[in-house]
C-alpha cells in the first residue's frame, strides 16, 4: 500500500505518523524534530516541562512555560520545514496558560487528552495553530464536536482515537481493561468515524481521524489506514531511539521488557495507566509514598491523599533512576528489542506498509 500523506488542514505531513507526546520530558525537541525531519509530525510533552529548569520547585508554573517556550524554538531550528505539536494534559492545573504559549509560540497543533478540552478552541481560533483532541470513543469525539461548534463555532481540526493497548493515561475503566474481549481499536475507529460523519456533512469540513495505541508496524499502519484512519500516533517504539529525549536507562527498559513484564497501574491523575513492572510498581501496589513537595501540577490530585506524586515519579524514570521512577509504556514494549535511530525506525515502518 501506498501510504497517504496526513492532511491537518493545511498541514501536510508527508509520512501519516505522529509521533505520540510523552511525558515527563520523554518527548522533547529532540525527538520531535527527528521526526519531523523525516516527515512525521513530531509532539513535544508539555507535562511538568520545566523540569530542568534550576527555578522548577520555587517557580514551578514559570519555569514550565519558560521550558515550553525554548523547547518549541529548539525543535523549529532543528526542524524548519517539519510539522510540530504540542501534547497538553487537560488535567494540567495550567492548561491554559501552557496552551496560549504553545499558540504564542506558533505551534502547529496542540493535542489534548486526558479529559475533554472544552475551551482549546478559545485560544486556537483565529490562529494557525490546529486542535486536536484525544478521544477513547465515538460519543466523546461527538460531544467535542457538538460543544466546540455550539460554544466556538469551532470543530476539531482531526481526531486522535486512542485505544486500550496504548502507553500512559488510558481512557478506559480498569474493569474496561481487564474485559475479554477488550475494547478493539478497529471498533472505537469505526464508531469514531460514524459519530463525526454529520458533523463533516452538516458543515463541509474533513476531520481526519488518526488511531493510537499498539500501532507497532507497517503492517498494522496498512490496516487502519485500510480500515478509513488518516494516520496513526505511535509513542512506545520512538521510545527505543537514539534521539528520544529520556536517559539510556529508559530506553533499556523498554529493551529488557517482557510482555509479562507490563502492568496496569492507578494514577494520581484519576485514569488507569499502563507501565513497565519495576521496584516502583511494586512499591505502589503496596503502600503509599508519602508527597515530599507538591507540585501542584493536577485538578485532579490530592497531595494528602494521593498513593504517591506522580511528577516525581515519572521526573525519576525519565532521568535514569528507573527503580525509584514509573516507566509507562504501550502494550507492545515487550517486542521492543534494540535502540534504533528515527530515520530507520521510520523508513523500517514505511517499507512495511507499502508492502502490504
Ligand atoms: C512513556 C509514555 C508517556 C506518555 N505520555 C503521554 C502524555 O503525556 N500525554 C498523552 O496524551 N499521551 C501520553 N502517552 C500516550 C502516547 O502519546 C500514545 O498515544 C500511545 O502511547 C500510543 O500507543 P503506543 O505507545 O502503543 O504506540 C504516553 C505514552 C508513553 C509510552
Redesign the pocket.
Given at each position: 500500500m501506498k501510504l497517504p500523506t496526513l492532511k491537518i488542514g493545511n498541514l501536510i505531513a508527508n509520512i501519516p505518523i505522529i509521533q505520540?507526546?510523552?511525558?515527563i520530558g520523554?518527548s522533547l525537541s529532540k525527538l520531535a524534530s527527528a521526526v519531523a525531519n523525516e516527515g512525521g509530525i513530531g509532539v513535544i510533552?508539555a507535562?511538568q516541562i520545566g523540569f530542568r529548569e534550576k527555578d522548577f520547585e520555587k517557580n514551578n508554573k514559570l519555569a514550565n512555560l519558560r521550558a515550553l517556550a525554548n523547547e518549541i524554538r529548539k525543535a523549529k531550528e532543528l526542524s524548519p520545514k517539519g510539522i510540530i505539536g504540542v501534547?497538553i494534559?487537560v488535567a494540567a492545573n495550567d492548561y491554559a496558560e501552557l496552551v496560549k504559549t504553545a499558540v504564542k509560540e506558533k505551534i502547529d497543533l496542540i493535542?489534548s487528552?486526558?479529559g475533554i478540552p472544552k475551551d482549546l478552541p478559545k485560544y486556537v481560533k483565529g490562529t494557525d495553530t490546529k486542535a486536536v483532541p484525544?478521544v477513547s470513543s465515538g460519543k466523546a469525539a461527538a460531544l467535542i464536536a457538538k460543544l466546540w461548534k455550539r460554544r466556538y463555532d469551532y470543530l476539531p481540526d482531526a481526531i486522535?482515537v486512542?485505544g486500550p493497548?496504548?502507553?500512559?493515561?488510558l481512557g478506559f475503566s480498569e474493569e474496561a481493561l481487564n474485559k475479554s474481549p477488550k475494547p478493539s481499536l478497529e471498533n472505537i475507529l469505526k464508531e469514531v468515524i460514524t459519530a463525526i460523519k454529520p458533523f463533516e456533512d452538516n458543515y463541509n469540513k474533513t476531520i481526519p481521524v488518526i488511531v493510537?495505541?499498539?500501532?507497532?508496524s507497517g503492517e498494522d499502519i496498512a490496516k487502519f489506514i485500510s480500515l478509513g484512519a488518516a494516520g496513526v500516533?505511535?509513542?512506545?517504539?520512538f521510545?527505543a531511539t537514539e534521539e528520544c529525549d529520556a536517559h539510556i536507562n529508559f530506553k533499556n527498559a523498554y529493551v529488557e521488557a517482557k510482555e509479562e513484564d507490563v502492568k496496569i497501574i492507578k494514577s494520581p491523575v484519576g485514569m488507569p495507566g499502563r507501565a513497565i513492572k519495576n521496584a516502583f510498581v511494586e512499591k505502589i501496589e503496596k503502600i503509599n509514598i508519602p508527597v515530599r513537595y507538591c507540585y501542584n501540577c493536577l485538578k485532579t490530585c490530592n497531595p494528602a491523599t494521593t498513593p504517591y506524586c506522580i511528577s516525581r515519579a515519572l521526573i525519576n524514570a525519565v532521568e535514569g533512576n528507573v527503580e525509584n521512577g514509573l516507566?509507562?509504556?504501550?502494550?507492545?514494549v515487550g517486542l521492543v528489542d534494540k535502540i534504533t535511530t528515527v530515520k530507520e525506525l521510520m523508513s523500517t515502518l514505511v517499507d512495511e506498509a507499502e508492502k502490504v
Open positions: 505520540g507526546g510523552m511525558g520523554v510533552s507535562v501534547n494534559l493535542i487528552g486526558a484525544i486522535i486512542e493497548e496504548a502507553g500512559g493515561h493510537a495505541g499498539g500501532v507497532y500516533q505511535m509513542a512506545t517504539r521510545v516507566i509507562f509504556a504501550g502494550s507492545n
